[in-house]
């Protein structure tokens, strides 16, 4: 934010010495000279402004995945058919039998009956408004907890495995 403001301060002096310039008549080249300066000082605070703007979009856009996963968690421990809770399933069991990087085709491997697993995996791992909810991330081959609906998980986790 104080980056915006130095350069706000900025842009006010370069247009007032433009303004001064040019109601004296004096150095049209000078003016255009600030008046440029001012321009791309612009520039640099729309994008500063953006870059702010869509941080919070993305907090908001991630708070509110949280709120639908932990919802749907509630349905899925109490829906254990639903291939959303069999996937989370077969992740837990391999996390709590100690395997340290389970990857896409551990998962696969724990549900070979399930042929519309691809599909419903992918919907696990994105952000939209349509999905079954960002419970997953994967970073190359690794699968992992998505970071802000852990706790939510590992209720669910308690409720199923009766730890």
Do not use: C
Request: neutral net charge.
């Amino acid at each position: 934010m104080e980056n915006i403001e130095s350069k706000i301060l900025q842009l006010r002096e370069n247009l007032e010495t433009a303004a001064f310039l040019v109601s004296k008549g004096e150095s049209e080249k000078e003016a255009h000279s600030q008046i440029v300066q001012s321009l791309v000082g612009l520039s640099e605070i729309e994008a500063l402004f953006l870059a702010s703007t869509s941080v919070v979009d993305a907090n908001k856009s991630d708070s509110k995945e949280v709120n639908k996963v932990n919802r749907r968690l509630k349905l899925w421990a109490s829906r254990q058919n639903q291939i959303n809770s069999k996937i989370l399933n077969a992740f837990l069991k391999l996390e709590r039998s100690g395997v340290s990087s389970i990857t896409e085709s551990d998962l696969k491997k724990q549900l070979p009956e399930e042929a519309s697993f691809d599909s419903n995996f992918l919907q696990m791992k994105i952000i939209a408004d349509r999905n079954h909810g960002k419970v997953f991330e994967q970073s190359g081959e690794k699968i992992s907890i998505w970071k802000p609906v852990i706790t939510g998980v590992r209720e669910y986790e308690k409720k199923i495995f009766d730890i």
